[in-house]
């Protein structure tokens, strides 16, 4: 049972593109959540989403990020004119629920903004 | 507002001592408490959870936590410390009571484990 996966591990943007970074929750869970690390700091509550619906998005920069977990395909989030401040560790985690269900977490997408 | 604190950002053990990383919580209800652990350039993997019943937790590499209620702490520990346990570890608790209860988790700020040889 493969993890969640995410893609690109890596992406370079110059300022003013946009990032896409994509997330395949684990078989199964239908909850997927997006957090940001930035260096040297803790991880940041982002959005919080289920099959075509977006529950909690109150960690969202109100300008320029939107994600989206469409009924099929992986989850997006989406950056666009990106910034210096962008730039980060995403990570995508996914679970089959709430309550006491485990979340499981991506080995993340860095984003790096030059 | 839920939240936890980790108030080590560094915890220093020689290997083969014990250690122990600490994690206090507040919720307005019962807790439910998560450790991860990441490695450089990594994803968080889940060490271990505290949803209900017996209070000390068992989960991989050997580690386990206790959950307090009176102290409202839930600290992680092994008995035996290996170099290669050296990584940062989060504590988080589960955002059922908030304003938002939608269920994310909640992290610290996390505490760096450096086991030395």
């Known amino acids: 049972n493969a993890g969640v996966m995410q893609n690109p591990r890596h992406l370079v943007r110059r300022r003013g593109q946009e990032a896409r970074l994509r997330c395949s929750p684990m078989?199964?869970?239908?909850?997927v959540y997006w957090y940001r690390q930035l260096p040297e700091e803790g991880l940041k509550f982002m959005v919080y989403?289920?099959?075509?619906?977006?529950?909690?998005e109150s960690g969202m920069p109100k300008e320029r990020f939107s994600a989206e977990f469409p009924k099929e395909g992986p989850s997006i989030l989406r950056i666009q004119q990106v910034v210096r401040g962008d730039s980060a560790a995403y990570f995508c985690?996914?679970?089959?629920?709430?309550?006491?269900?485990?979340?499981?977490f991506g080995e993340g997408s860095w984003l790096t903004v030059v | 507002a839920q939240s936890v604190a980790q108030p080590e950002d560094q915890v220093n053990v020689a290997e083969g001592n014990p250690l122990t990383v600490k994690c206090t919580y507040s919720?307005?209800?019962?807790?439910?408490l998560f450790w991860y652990v990441q490695y450089p350039n990594r994803g968080l993997q889940f060490l271990l959870k505290?949803?209900?019943?017996?209070?000390l937790v068992k989960g991989s590499y050997g580690f386990e936590a206790e959950f307090n209620k009176s102290q409202t702490s839930f600290h992680l520990k092994k008995p035996s410390a290996l170099v290669s346990d050296s990584a940062l570890y989060f504590c988080?608790?589960?955002?059922?009571?908030?304003?938002?209860?939608?269920?994310?988790?909640?992290f610290g700020q996390g505490t760096t484990l450096q086991v030395k040889p």
């Open positions: 078989k199964g869970h239908s909850h």
């Open positions: 919720v307005s209800g019962n807790p439910y």
């Open positions: 505290y949803i209900t019943g017996d209070n």
């Open positions: 985690a996914s679970s089959p629920g709430q309550g006491g269900n485990t979340i499981y």
């Open positions: 988080a608790v589960r955002d059922l009571y908030g304003s938002s209860n939608t269920g994310k988790l909640i």
């Open positions: 989403l289920q099959k075509e619906n977006i529950i909690d």
